[in-house]
Structures are given as structure tokens and as C-alpha cells.
């Protein structure tokens, strides 16, 4: 059962109930034992954080900021700050020094921590140019500190100050003063275009977030969760925070290019992602089995079909399941899905979140179809995420974004936007009054920027507004639903559509290296690097042909037309992708602009 209370007690409150079962399980930097800790540890070590703080002179309401990717120490500072009613405000691990700069700036941080070397070294260079910067922290005890550094110092050394509890009796007045209207975190959007806005987040947002998914999202305290996006993006600090709530052990996991490796071992029965998560494994799933005998082959066709009857088909749409299929679906999934699932680390699977994008329907079904219960939802960080999802036990249609939570009202304005009201909406961006009048209209609705509709009381995304692409022949094309359905293919990594005042859509596409490589050794194909690789024309022939094959049930209109292999990434360095691997199409545009006009140009000849 959920504990409801303010976030200043939520660990305490815990540690009460569950005293030595175990809480968090991590791994510490560099290392490659898991370790648990439990929530009477947690509840120690959150109170050390608080007098810590105290020590240090933290007010009530102040920002402290946490610079680092996801780690015990991240939990403890963020919970010891809500001890003492200060705000915590966290950035990407992958921000770059003018990010760090612009935030620590425009929230007056005094207290920064950080993660490892890169963020500490970020830190250091910046910190001359941030003048309410007076401490970082860094939890990494391996980083080497500048020997022009008076201001930095190690975690461990920082929790000394809180050892013994000195300001206790302060620390538990600051509970009692807590109030809902608090401000708990500053969330400033990574943005694909112009400057990060720090999206306001209080305690009465959080409050009303959690009791609305406690209904529709029934964790217990037998999940293990794992994270899997960083706790700087509102749909994991949601999700994480969900699961503290109810008792759930949370598995941290640093560093997200081993969550598979760390699924294996920790045997997560839940996890939230995005969609890019499952198109991975979808890709991988299916490779295996089209390079299998062909009598295994279609042995696991038919377990998937199986499992597509009875999952979707009949569960679904909330319809009894006929005996027959039931005990077909049994045979199968004993002895086929589960081994699937079993690959993945997922032996005992319960819920799967999935937002942050658009979700493919070939994807959706197949994390159905082996027994995973996906649920698809929409939010944003000015709705500290949850607006709508798949709702466990009622029916769901694949393609929509579930049924809105519990307190949020939606309104579809002009241009079929999506407009929301409720007690997890924002009241708006920290120091920018200018936007915040944009942002809502008379009646209190927030403008999201994303248009939809209402169907069955299923919420359905059309496209994101302001990426919505408009052909020079007066056609609109939703990329991000062209770029979903090419994603699913093996051969491709990354993709921009390109149609906006263009004649036709055209498309840059990153290939999924290792897969073709191997697939041009396989056909005797020469080539001395990616660049020979992209510019070849029987690899171009093989992805065309899978491009159309992709892309058969779009209007023609809506179709790539031509398009250019990439022999690199896009990548945040280059400003191509935000922090939450978003593309930025006005940056792609300019960095590509001669690749792209090239590909008009040919037509023109």
C-alpha cells in the first residue's frame, strides 16, 4: 500500500514500515558489485545529508543543484535537501559548461554536486564564472581534485558534517514547517530550440502525481524497479519516486549503456524507458529468429501469433480469453516467451512505462506478444510526466496514449492542441514571466504544443505542433511518425526526416553499423570505411528497399523519396541532440544544409 506523506518524511515514514528490508541496490562508481542498503540505512543517511546541509547554511527554499548521472548519493542529497525544505535542481550528466553556467546562474546555486571526473572538471572550469557558487560535492571518491581548488570536497567528507545528527531538532521542525506549495525541484528542459526553461515543480504537484498513478499504475512492494533514464528527466524521478512510495526496492543504474547487462543480473520485475529501448530489442528479438533453422523459425512465428491472439486480441480489448487459446498461450510462453523474456533479465516481468516518444504499433504489439506489459503514456515535465497511460486491467487500444490520470483535465484547442489543467500542472518556468503568460490561457489551461484527440476515452498523439512539417505543395508531414517506422528496421540507428518548404520528404540516415557491415562482408561488398560504406550503391539499394517496404502504408505524400547515409551520429556535442536524445532539426538542418540541398538538387537534374 502507497505511503502518502510529504517527500520531507517520505524515506523516514518508510524506513518505519519496512525497517531492514532492503531499499536501494547499486553499485558504487567503478565497480562492478551490486551492493543494498536498506531503508533504515536510507533513513540514516538522508538525515546525515539534512544536518549536513544545515551545517553548511542551507535556508529553506534555497536551490542546491546534483550534476550527476543516477547513484545512491544522487537519492540521499535529493531527499536530505526536501529535509530541510531547500530545492533541488537537477542537471543531464552529459550537460556541457555553458549549460552547467546558464543554470547555475539563473537559480543562484550555491551548492553544486557532482557525479565523476567529467562532471567535477566541468564544474572547476566554471566556477569562476558563476558568482553564487561557493562548494561542489563530488560523490565520486576516485575523482582527483585540481590542486587550485579550495571549494571542492568529497561526499563522504561532506556527510562527516552531518555525523551524529547535530541539528536534528532543527531538521524535524523543517518537516513540520514543510508546506505543499514548496518548491521540491527546478527541471530545466534540455529544449530543441533556444535556451533551457527551469519548469517549477512543487510538493502539491507531486502529491497529486503520485496518488493519481498509484491507482492506474499499481506497484507494490514486491517490485523491484531499475532505472533506466536518468533522474534528471521527470518521467524517471516520477517513476523512482512511485516506487519509493510504495515500498518497491529501486535498482540504480549508472551508467545506461549496460542497463541490459544490469537487467540480467539484477532481475528487475519492472522498468521505465522509452521507446527506443524496445525498438532495440525488438530488432534484436527478430534477428535471431529470421537467422534461425527454418523449422525453429517458425516455431517461435507461431509463439509470437499466439501470443498476439491472446494478449492483444482478446486482453486488450478486455474480452475472456477462450480456453483453448489460454492453454496454448500457457504451452508457448512456458516454453518459448519465457526464454525470451529470460534473455532479457525479465523472469518475473510487471510493468513497463514507455513514453518520451512515438511508440511504433509493431513495437507496442510484440512487447505485448511475449508477455511484457507495456504501458504507454504521455506527459510532459510541466505535468510532472503522467497525463494520460494504459490504465492495468482496463482495456487499451494500440496506437493510443491510455486514459488521463486521476485530477487532469484535457481541452483540444486550435490546431487540434492539446490543453491541460489540474494539480500537476506547473505554475510555470522559474524567472519568466514573459513565457509563463504565453503558456496559459485565461482559463488556466497550459499549452503543450502537441496536438491530439479524444477517442473512446483514449488520449491519441497526432504530432508535436512546432515540429509538424509543411511540404512547398501545402502538405503536412509528422516526422517523429515516419522516423518511428523506420527505427524498427535493423539496419537503421538514427534518422532525420527532412520535408519542411521542400517539395518532397527526403530523410539523413545513421546505419546501424555493425549490422551492415556484416551484411556487406556477407556480399563481398569492398569498402576501406564508413564513408565507402555510405556511399555505396548496392548498400543505398539494400536500405531503399527497406525504406519502401517500411513505409507502404503512408499517403505518397508522406513517403521518403530519397535520402543520404551518414557514416557518423548525431550527437550532443555537436548540438544535434538534446540531452534526452532529441533531435534538434534546426541545428541538423544548418550542420547538413549542403547534404541536404544535394539531395534536391539531383532531383532538379
Known sequence: MQTRCHLSVLIHEQAKKYGNKPALTFRLFGSTKWRTVSWKQFSMRVKQVSNALLNLGVKPQENIAVFSQNCVQYLYTDFGAYGVRACSIPFYATSSEQQIQYMVNDAQVRFLFVGEQEQYDKAHRIFALCHSLERIIIFDRSVRISTHDPNALYFEDFLKLGEGFPRQSEVEQLWKDAREDDLCNILY?????????????????????????????????????????????????????????????????????????????????????????????????????????????KIMYHALAVGKKRNIDYKSHGKRVPLTLEMEYQLVNKTLLSLVRKQLGLEHPNLFPTAGAYVSPEVEEFVHSIGIGMIVGYGLTESLATVSCDHKGEPYTIGSVGRPIQGIEIKIGENDEILLKGPTITKGYYHRDEINAQAFDADGFFHTGDAGYMKDGELYLKERIKDLFKTSNGKYIAPQKVEAMMLVDKFIDQIAVIADQRKFVSALIVPEFRVVEQWAKDHDIKFENRVDLCQNEEVNKMIFERVQTLQQTLAPYEQIKHFTLLPHHFSMESGELTNTLKLRRGIINKNYKAVIDAMYEKVKK
Open 189 to 297: 528542459t534540455s529544449g530543441t530550440t533556444g535556451d533551457s526553461k527551469g519548469v517549477m515543480l512543487s510538493y502539491s504537484q507531486y502529491h497529486a502525481a503520485l496518488k493519481a498513478n498509484d491507482v492506474c499504475v499499481p506497484l507494490t512492494e514486491n517490485d523491484r524497479v531499475i532505472d533506466f533514464l536518468p533522474f534528471t528527466h521527470i518521467f524517471e524521478r516520477g517513476w523512482a519516486y512511485l516506487a519509493l512510495t510504495e515500498g518497491a526496492q529501486l535498482i540504480i543504474n549508472t551508467y545506461p549503456k549496460e542497463i541490459q547487462e544490469s537487467m540480467r543480473e539484477t532481475h528487475p520485475t519492472s522498468m521505465s524507458a522509452v521507446p527506443r529501448f524496445w525498438e532495440k530489442v525488438f530488432v534484436a528479438v527478430k534477428a535471431k529468429m529470421d537467422a534461425a533453422a527454418p523449422m525453429q523459425r
